[in-house]
């Protein structure tokens, strides 16, 4: 029966192919706008590491002071004197620390210029925490954190580049005239966003090709590649040591942590910490600490941009206005086949029928429309770049997923705004239908 619904409702759209035609461009077009900054929010705001996210935590320390600080916010890095020192309390299970570099690499055929690798120096911890994929070995041990051997570990396309994509492992890789042995190389791996670098706005960066050992960089003088603030009241001083030593922030830390009873220790420690620092002379100021998971982390950082949620939020509102109207054409059609309707309904139909028949109707529009809308929103992923940043715009893309979205939602909404026209048609008496004809 349901199938003869369907010959019916595509007879019916058949005669009035104007009429059907405005019904699947509005649906079409609702519903391609609406998927495009949908797919855009989905992929700015999702959680980029869901099975840990409650348990990875950034520390925050404040050493500006009420005078200096964001709206009593500590800075959003440690300087280098306060990240060694977590590291060096060991009080969480894991903890990690990092900032950005960037290396030029010499290619090992001759006459191939060097190019620009961009990645971290960070801590063994890193690719446990994060859990990052490999595809040939794995990080350096964790002795290497302490006495700064200059191993790496690159990504699959610096692999890619200057090994054919074989197994590097243990071979040699040049950069900045260093000398570095390959530890591991990791599979295609790019968190969005980027939860573990929102401080040198590399949320949405290409996917980083090297990481070398943190102590290492930091003897070798391997500048920051990223953010570097001193802020207002900060000391930079003359030379690198004093840089160093001073109170500009610029490494990025993170810790691990089990369960409740974990974060309130490490936070007790966080308060313990600054307070000693006050009772040193360091600080002038009460104890003024964070500890946020990855998900506050993200929307304290502002993870998702504000236009895309106006974005969403004005298709949305297209894609209403759209099904009002097509609210309006269902009215008009159905209505227009009241002699029908009422001749059916004499004959035996029930307003069952009539419901059936209709909203059978009404899905075949949903699915043109949602067809439309699914072509529509593939040429429209090209222009999202007019809208967002182009490393926002590069993430979002057509998949199977995001179409049998689009046509379940076209299918659905238009559906459900056929009840009311379909209300009004059923309400039809076939006695006066029958009289008037």
Not at 48 to 54: N, Q
Not at 157 to 180: C, I, P, T
Not at 381 to 389: K, R
């Amino acid at each position: 029966m349901f199938l003869h619904y369907l010959q019916l409702g595509l007879a019916s759209l058949r005669r009035n192919p104007l009429l059907t035609a405005l019904m699947v461009m509005s649906i079409g077009f609702g519903v391609a706008a609406s998927m495009i900054t949908y797919e855009v929010f989905r992929v700015v705001s999702s959680d980029p590491i869901p099975h840990e996210s409650s348990r990875l935590f950034v520390p925050q320390i404040d050493n500006r002071g009420p005078r200096y600080n964001r709206n009593g916010e500590p800075p959003d890095a440690l300087t280098y004197t306060d990240a060694v020192a977590l590291m060096q309390a060991r009080r969480a299970p894991r903890q990690t620390v990092l900032y950005a570099v960037g290396l030029s690499v010499m290619p090992r055929e001759p006459g191939r210029l060097p190019f620009k690798a961009l990645g971290y120096a960070t801590t063994a911890d890193f690719f446990t925490m994060f859990d990052v994929p490999f595809l040939h070995g794995a990080g350096w041990p964790a002795g290497s954190d302490d006495t700064g051997v200059p191993e790496v570990v690159i990504g699959r396309q610096l692999n890619q580049r200057l090994f054919g994509g074989a197994d590097s492992v243990g071979r040699e890789l040049v950069m900045d005239d260093q000398a570095y042995r390959v530890a591991g190389v990791i599979d295609d791996w790019n968190p969005q966003p980027r939860f573990f670098d929102m401080f040198s706005s590399n949320g949405y960066a290409e996917a980083p090709q090297i990481f070398i050992p943190f102590a290492y960089a930091v003897a070798a003088g391997i500048e920051t590649y990223g953010n570097n603030s001193c802020g207002s009241g900060g000391k930079r001083g003359s030379g690198r040591e004093s840089w160093l030593r001073g109170e500009c922030v610029w490494i990025s830390p993170w810790v691990e942590l089990d369960d409740a009873a974990q974060v309130q220790g490490y936070r007790r420690f966080l308060e313990g910490y600054a307070r000693r620092l006050r009772e040193a002379g360091r600080f002038g100021w009460a104890p003024n600490v964070r500890l946020r998971d990855v998900r506050h982390w993200l929307d304290y950082r502002g993870a998702v941009p504000p236009e895309s949620r106006i974005a969403l939020a004005v298709a949305i509102g297209f894609f209403v206005i759209c099904l009002v109207n097509t609210i309006g054409l269902l009215l008009a059609k159905f209505l227009r086949r009241a002699p029908e309707i009422g001749v059916r309904r004499a004959l035996g139909a029930s307003r069952r029928d009539i419901y059936r028949q209709f909203l059978a109707e009404a899905g075949m529009v949903g699915l043109a429309g949602g067809a439309l809308g699914v072509l529509l929103t593939g040429a429209g992923m090209f222009g999202v770049g007019l809208v967002f940043q182009p490393q926002i715009a590069r993430l979002a893309h057509l998949d199977l997923r995001l179409v049998a979205l689009s046509l379940a939602v076209a299918i659905g909404a238009t559906v459900l705004a056929a009840f009311y026209p379909t209300w009004r048609a059923a309400q039809v008496q076939p006695a006066w239908q029958l009289k008037s004809n």
